[in-house]
C-alpha cells in the first residue's frame, strides 16, 4: 500500500490511488509547479483525508513550500467502516479535489497567515466552514463539481439519515467533510439519547 510513484518531479503518489490523484491533478493546472506529497496516515481526526503545509518549509517562502495531503486506510459513516478499496474510484477523486481545493486556497496565505488558520479551524466552526467552503469553490470552478457531488452522495447514501435530513444537507452546500462530521455526531447523539434511556 506505501509503493510511491513520483510525478514530474514534484508529487508523490501511492501507486493505489495513482489513477485517481492523476485525474483530480488534472483540472488544477496551477498546481502543476507545486511539490505535493499524497500519504496514508491512520487515525486523521474525525475525517478521511485531510490538507496541510509541509511545517518544515512553511516559512521558506511562497514558491518553496510544499503541501501533504494525508488519506486515512480506513474512516467511519456513522458506525460502519470503509477502506478505501470500498470507496468509489470517482468518490476518491472528489475527495482529493477537495483536498487540491484546500491547498490553492493555503498558496494565497502568507505563512504567518497559515499559523492562524491552523488555530483558527481548530478552535472556531465559523472559521472552518468558510474554509470549507473556499475549497469545495475552487474545486468546482476547476471543473470537479460532478465528482465532489458524487462525494456528498456517498456519504449521505451510507448514513441512516431520513430522506428529508439528506436533502437539507445537500441544500446546505457542505464540504464532503462537514457532511462526514454532522452525519457522525448525529450517530453520537443518538446513540447518548438512547443510553440515557429518552
Ligand atoms: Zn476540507
Redesign the pocket.
Same mark, same amino acid.
Given at each position: 500500500m506505501s509503493e510511491t510513484v513520483i510525478l514530474e518531479d514534484n508529487k508523490v503518489i501511492p501507486v493505489s490511488i495513482l489513477k485517481e490523484a492523476k485525474k483530480a491533478l488534472s483540472f488544477y493546472p496551477e498546481l502543476k509547479d507545486v511539490h505535493i506529497e499524497f500519504k496514508y496516515k491512520d487515525n486523521i481526526k474525525k475525517?478521511f483525508?485531510? @490538507?496541510q503545509p509541509e511545517f518544515s518549509n512553511l516559512f521558506k517562502g511562497k514558491e518553496n513550500r510544499s503541501y501533504n495531503i494525508y488519506i486515512s486506510s480506513r474512516f467511519l459513516i456513522e458506525e460502519e467502516e470503509f477502506t478505501l478499496s470500498e470507496v468509489p474510484s470517482e468518490v476518491i477523486t472528489g475527495w482529493l479535489g477537495?483536498?487540491l481545493?484546500?491547498i490553492m486556497d493555503y498558496r494565497e496565505k502568507s505563512a504567518f497567515g497559515l499559523v492562524i488558520f491552523g488555530f483558527r479551524y481548530v478552535t472556531s466552526s465559523n472559521y472552518?466552514k468558510e474554509?470549507?467552503r473556499a @475549497?469545495?469553490t475552487y474545486a468546482v470552478n476547476a471543473g470537479m463539481s460532478d465528482y465532489i457531488l458524487a462525494t456528498k452522495e456517498f456519504i449521505l447514501n451510507h448514513s441512516h439519515l431520513s430522506d428529508t435530513y439528506k436533502e437539507r444537507i445537500a441544500r446546505l452546500y457542505l464540504?464532503?467533510?462537514?457532511i462526514l462530521v454532522l452525519v457522525n455526531k448525529l450517530e453520537e447523539d443518538l446513540e447518548k439519547a438512547e443510553q440515557e434511556g429518552s
Open positions: 475525517s483525508m485531510q @490538507a477537495h483536498e481545493g484546500h472552518i474554509a470549507e @475549497a469545495d464540504s464532503p467533510e462537514e
